[in-house]
């Protein structure tokens, strides 16, 4: 084992309605985003008492790969840090270096290939080891999108929410898959959409779905992935779709975007048009999940590196270029 420490990066979010603002400040600096437009994010987090799930699911997340590790006899700690809010990468990084952490494998909730789902946490350790003399080495973990440890859930939840739909409904009701849109100028973005359209097929098993984009926070004239989530289920219904399951493929866990983007807008707007609709889970901590972070640390020393679909199994590291910003 090269490593002496694995540490789970994630994204970060508030804790409480005096943290939603400063998050959502730390988040947008330097992008120009208006302050309306933040003060209107800040109300989906209001609307859940000011809290972000992500930082509960992370906590379990932790104790669940723990529990794993344990149970596997992987003798290893696990960090936790994050992006933009506490516990902040660099503040992470220095207990690990007080601890004697020399080197560390990074596990990052984000499956998929593209400058914001993989370059960018790259550029956050980076940033992050800067600032911390002798900062213990950090090395990402694979890109695991297609890893039978995340597909496997989301087949196992897209087919538990099936069955959640009325037995009349169910024979013909549509998959409509979900993720992240991006600027369709963003770096990788190419690799992004083959990746979520590999995957989602794989889910589907054979029934009809479609691929669409939720939680874009650009200016109208940035061209994002299309077609929106609620623009495609108002079309589904008009040419007679009766039932519909969201399947949020893009996502590792329930964070802020899933619960309001889908379990509140979705569902509001499913309900004024008479569309019956289930929202499959995400991983979260299902345990094939949590097995996976293993086996992803594990085939480091060179074992057997799974993948389903089409495009096999993507490097253990990035090249230099792939997904970085030029501007």
Same mark, same amino acid.
């Given at each position: 084992?090269?490593?002496?420490?694995?540490?789970?990066?994630?994204?970060?979010?508030?804790?409480?309605?005096?943290?939603?603002?400063?998050?959502?400040?730390?988040?947008?600096?330097?992008?120009?985003?208006?302050?309306?437009?933040?003060?209107? =994010?800040?109300?989906?987090?209001?609307?859940?008492?000011?809290?972000?799930?992500?930082?509960r699911?992370?906590?379990?997340?932790? !104790?669940?790969?723990?529990?794993?590790?344990?149970?596997?006899?992987?003798?290893?700690?696990?960090?936790?840090?994050?992006?933009?809010?506490?516990?902040?990468?660099?503040?992470?990084?220095?207990?690990?270096?007080?601890?004697? /952490?020399?080197?560390?494998?990074?596990?990052?909730?984000?499956?998929?290939? +593209?400058?914001?789902?993989?370059?960018?946490?790259?550029?956050?350790i980076?940033?992050?080891? !800067?600032? =911390?003399?002798?900062?213990?080495?950090?090395?990402?973990?694979r %890109?695991?999108?297609?890893?039978? +440890?995340?597909?496997?859930?989301?087949?196992?939840?897209?087919?538990a929410?099936?069955?959640?739909?009325?037995?009349?409904?169910?024979?013909?009701?549509?998959? @409509?898959?979900?993720? $992240?849109?991006?600027?369709?100028?963003?770096?990788?973005?190419?690799?992004? @959409?083959a990746?979520?359209?590999?995957?989602?097929?794989?889910?589907?098993?054979?029934?009809?779905?479609?691929? @669409?984009?939720?939680?874009?926070?650009?200016?109208?004239?940035?061209?994002?992935?299309?077609?929106?989530?609620?623009?495609?289920?108002?079309? %589904?219904?008009?040419?007679? /779709?009766?039932?519909?399951? %969201?399947?949020?493929?893009?996502?590792?866990?329930?964070?802020?975007?899933?619960?309001?983007?889908?379990? =509140?807008?979705?569902?509001?707007?499913?309900?004024?048009?008479?569309?019956? %609709?289930?929202?499959?889970?995400?991983?979260? /901590? $299902?345990p094939?999940? =949590?097995?996976?972070?293993?086996?992803?640390?594990?085939?480091?020393?060179?074992?057997?590196?799974?993948?389903? +679909?089409?495009?096999?199994?993507r490097?253990?590291?990035?090249?230099?270029?792939?997904?970085?910003?030029? +501007?």
């Open positions: 084992m090269p490593y002496d420490a694995l540490l789970l990066l994630s994204f970060g979010g508030p804790e409480g309605p005096e943290d939603v603002m400063p998050f959502l400040e730390n988040v947008t600096r330097g992008r120009g985003v208006p302050r309306a437009r933040l003060e209107s =994010v800040a109300e989906h987090y209001h609307r859940f008492g000011g809290v972000s799930p992500i930082n699911h992370c906590r379990d997340l932790k !104790a669940a790969i723990e529990a794993d590790f344990a149970a596997n006899d992987l003798d290893l700690p696990v960090y936790w840090g994050n992006r933009n809010w506490h516990p902040f990468l660099a503040d992470t990084l220095r207990r690990m270096k007080a601890d004697g /952490v020399r080197r560390a494998a990074a596990f990052v909730t984000s499956a998929y290939s +593209g400058y914001s789902c993989c370059r960018q946490y790259l550029e956050d980076d940033r992050a080891r !800067a600032e =911390v003399e002798d900062a213990p080495e950090v090395d990402k973990l %890109i695991y999108y297609n890893h039978p +440890g995340f597909v496997e859930p989301m087949i196992e939840n897209t087919r929410a099936l069955d959640r739909l009325p037995a009349e409904l169910r024979d013909d009701a549509r998959l @409509v898959f979900t993720a $992240h849109s991006v600027p369709l100028a963003q770096p990788g973005r190419e690799d992004y @959409v990746e979520l359209n590999d995957i989602s097929a794989l889910v589907a098993e054979g029934r009809p779905w479609d691929l @669409v984009y939720q939680s874009r926070s650009g200016p109208p004239s940035v061209p994002w992935l299309e077609p929106d989530v609620l623009d495609h289920l108002s079309e %589904i219904h008009a040419k007679g /779709v009766r039932a519909a399951v %969201i399947v949020p493929v893009g996502f590792v866990s329930d964070h802020m975007e899933v619960k309001y983007d889908l379990d =509140v807008e979705a569902a509001e707007l499913a309900d004024r048009l008479g569309l019956r %609709i289930e929202r499959a889970a995400t991983p979260g /901590v $299902h094939r999940f =949590v097995a996976m972070v293993r086996e992803l640390l594990l085939e480091r020393d060179g074992t057997e590196r799974p993948a389903l +679909g089409s495009l096999g199994p490097p253990d590291c990035c090249a230099a270029g792939h997904c970085r910003r030029t +501007g």
